[in-house]
């Protein structure tokens, strides 16, 4: 039986070789679904070590990126033992690049690591129109909403969505927070979000803050 | 007294060139290495600024009578019809996949595979031409014809762009008395890796699963890249070489320091003992990196600080021996007032600005989005708070009688191949040999051009 301290231990040392031997072997054990779903939150666990890490100075983004090709590829051998009974989500997020903006590595890192502590989250993808947030909006109802970009422009672009989701009367319901290179204090106010950062792992503590 | 070109090129250059010295004119320069509101300050759009030379220069042309106190001017290297000729899938470009309105970009994938290292190190000409450039080029994989005759249409290309360039320089110097920033640059090579060869993610992988490859592709990328920078650098040394910094901000020390900086710092001696000073815009948070400029000789680097870093830590921690450049962030010109900026200049003035070394800019640029009245608010700061001495009248220095530092050339198919190939040669052998290695250089040097 595998030891779940071990493997938390071991994605939270970016041990790649130990946690997919790990991993291998229990998918190959013929495991439960419940044994499974254990084994998802020990790797979940492991990942919001990783985070602290990174909030304490030890890690950098380099291991967050890498942590997070750990995840998945610990999920994907653990697909075929999940089964169809998903673990409970503690939030739902719509995610995206603003308009203008092809940049998602640091969208990317956020996402990987709010999947990580129990966020179901819908990412648009890159150069989203305000209306592709809105629309996303209404179809999910999403607690928060997280924008990101790299571009000065996008700026305008985040305040431009703002606008959109305040015109369509959705503003009120969600919590928006922005990420990325060109967010600051200033901007934040300016673009009438709930918070800002330039850092993935604290986006995602304030997310949990706001679900809590 | 109304200056002529002439002298207004002089006294902006001498003012440039003593803050790099780190030494004090008659006042704090106002030296952005990229200037962007600069390029669309005529009204065009993105989409004329890439594919119309003349607009571009018109644009800044308009900007310099608008802000005269601007000591040098540097716009983007992006021609699009470069790009069209290979359709080129590094960048996306107003007016073609993007609105004539947005931005060009860099689209960074994984072009170059994991295990893909030993062809790179082994043969770094064969891989590029073999391996890596039929990725970038949407034209190489349209059939031989369509392959070769894009390749021919890029040579050409490339002449009509060096003759853009060097046009656009000299109508500034010549009619606006207007300076570079810059002239050629390069980037460090593990950010060849993680731009355009295995992207960050990859790179990033590749550190923690095959650490000895990339070291070793970074080491074989050193002359590379110290080559190609010395190739498009200015002949007279009168301008730095600029070097963008992409990736240090994602890595951590131990990483910089494996991976990053032995490679980079090679290259900074080698253009730095050719006589060249080096314009680094350090992207991002550089603190936890920024103590190893200080290996460097005193006075040989230009410091751009981001606005992630802390300006007066830099000019703590590095200032006393590089020049530092920036102060101004993004969102301050774009979402700033006036008074803002004036508060700001005044304050950078009297700290970092106080004894020399220090040049006013943006955040490593002035941003598209930038008002108007916060780039003239930020020029009258400087001619209310940046005066050193009114009376001094800058001048440019003499330029450096160091050669450049001889490295190997770079090439496909060396000289003795050729001649082998030839069965020897009946007359004067480097009649035909020069030739044939200086137009293998160049293009060795045109295929690293696309590697960021």
New interface residues.
Partial sequence: MIDLKVLTEAVEG?E?DKVLELLNEFVNSNPSEREAQDVVSACQQGMAKVGELFESGE?????L??AG?LLTQALDILKPVIGSGSSVKVGKIVLGTVE????D?GKNIFRSMAEAAGFEVYDLGIDQKPQAFVAKVQEIQPDIVGMSGV???A??SMKKTVDELSNAGLRDNIKIIIGG??V?E??CQ?IGADAYT?NAAEGVKICRNWIQ | MVLDAKQLFEQRLGRYQAAIALETADRIPIAPPMNYLAEIYSGSNHQQNVYDPEKLLAAEMAFIEAFPETDVLRSNRIWGPMCDVLDLRTY?LPGRE?PPT??F?F??EEYMKADEYDLLINNPAEFMIGTLIPRLFGEMGKGSSRSHFALLKAGLAQGMRNEILRNRNYQLETRCGMPQAGLGGFIAPFDVLADALRG??GA??D???QPDKVIEACQVLTPIMARFALAGADPLKRYPIVVPTHKP????PK?FDTFYWPSFKAILEILISSGYKVRILLE?DWSRHWHHLLELPKGSLICDID??SDIFQAKEEIGHHHCIAGGI????F???NPSDIDERVKLLCETVGKNGGFILSGACLI???TKPENYKAMVDAVMKYGWYDKDFEPKPKQAPTVENVRLPKGCLTPWEVKKEELGGVLGEEDLIRIPWETIEEMAFNWLWSWSW
Avoid: V, W
């Fill in positions: 970016l790649e890690y950098f983004i380099g291991d990126i890498f090709e203008g903006d092809l940049h590595i571009l000065t422009l700026l305008e290179n060109p600051t200033q901007a300016y330039t | 996306s993007l947005g931005q970009q689209r960074e960050l993610k990033l992988l550190t923690y699963r901000c994602f890595l951590s990483q991002g606005d992630k962030s993004n969102t301050m774009i979402i700033g941003p598209y989005e």
